[in-house]
């Protein structure tokens, strides 16, 4: 989902660099073991969509990027990167981003202790920005714990509701969305007014992303996404399309009630897959995300009228274009 372009402003190819120098930096230790293992997934790339958020946030007044603000985009990248070594493990994925995962090529508790040190040199770059950045940090590492148990605590119930998936989604996803553009406010010192909007705005385009990204692994094809479409529902994670394909019973609803709740074989996926891609489901789904995409457009308008602001504006529609 290439966004990035997105936030093409005339000043972004400098503040990349300097995003990713900045992580680079962050997670070498004096343990060259450690440092490979901790900047294994760094190194093979990413968009650094977070901490772009963050300088983004930071521009919106007019002003520069400041180091704050790279290194506060750096604490939320640092969380994310920390939350994908967990969840790898969790899922036993061999692959991401291209390459082995940490616990395919290291092993489980390796990935997991890394995992770990990437949170806590979140923790620390956070606490370096103040005690309200590293608060906030704190709380958005909870909420992303929340929303994964709220995923787990349903996995293959074909009863899920709604409200789940949502709230589940809220956690995992818009959160550090929402964190990002909110630290790019507070250390740029902006009011409170506008943090606040940068905050909703950052909440918005996550759950667009997020809504987006689970309507590609059911409706693009295997070729397309680089790896095997629907995975999250043969692993039992039932997301927006599958939720309104249900919901809306008759026939298709029932046929794929009787497929789901247990892992898929390719067969079976291959016929849920054919349900929810031609019985209204991610049509459905497209439409809650355009509330979305409203609600992004709405703090928008709380925001100067900047080059930043423009950016920020475009960036929901232009993602979800891309399912339409």
């Not at 789904?285 to 928008?300: F, H, N, S």
């Not at 930043?308 to 475009?314: K, P, W």
Request: hydrophobic share 45%; net charge negative.
């Amino acid at each position: 989902m290439g966004i990035s372009p997105l936030f093409d402003l005339e000043s972004s190819d400098a503040d990349r660099l300097r995003v990713d120098e900045a992580l680079m930096a962050s997670v070498k230790t004096p343990d060259a073991y450690l440092t490979e293992i901790a900047s294994h997934l760094l190194l093979a790339g990413g968009k650094r969509l977070r901490p772009m958020f963050s300088v983004v946030a930071s521009q919106v007044a007019g002003g520069p990027t400041t180091e704050e603000a790279i290194q506060g985009g750096i604490s939320c990248e640092l969380v994310h990167l920390g939350s994908l070594y967990h969840d790898d493990v969790m899922d036993e994925s061999p692959t991401r981003r291209g390459v082995e995962t940490v616990n395919a090529k290291w092993g489980n508790l390796q990935a997991i202790l890394a995992g770990d040190f990437l949170l806590a040199r979140a923790s620390e770059i956070a606490a370096s920005l103040g005690t309200e950045v590293a608060a906030l940090l704190a709380r958005t590492i909870g909420r992303l714990c929340e929303g994964q148990i709220e995923e787990l605590r349903h996995t293959y119930n074909v009863a899920r509701p709604l409200e789940s998936y949502l709230s589940s989604i809220s956690g995992k996803t818009a959160s550090l969305y929402s964190t990002a553009a909110r630290i790019g406010g507070l250390v740029s010192k902006f009011d409170r007014g506008l943090v606040n909007a940068l905050t909703a705005y950052g909440e918005a385009f996550g759950m667009v992303f997020q809504i987006v990204d689970d309507v590609l692994d059911l409706s693009a094809t295997d070729a397309q996404l680089g790896k095997p479409s629907g995975h999250d529902m043969v692993e039992g994670v039932y997301t927006l399309p599958v939720l309104f394909t249900l919901a809306n019973g008759g026939v298709p609803a029932s046929e794929l009630a009787d497929v789901l709740g247990k892992p898929l074989n390719v067969a079976e996926r291959d016929k849920a897959l054919s349900i929810v891609r031609s019985n209204g489901g991610i049509e459905a789904a497209i439409e809650l995300a355009e509330m979305y995409v409203e609600a992004a457009e709405e703090a928008c308008q709380d925001l100067p009228n900047t080059a930043a602001t423009v950016a920020l504006r475009f960036a929901p529609n232009a993602l979800l274009a891309s399912v339409r």
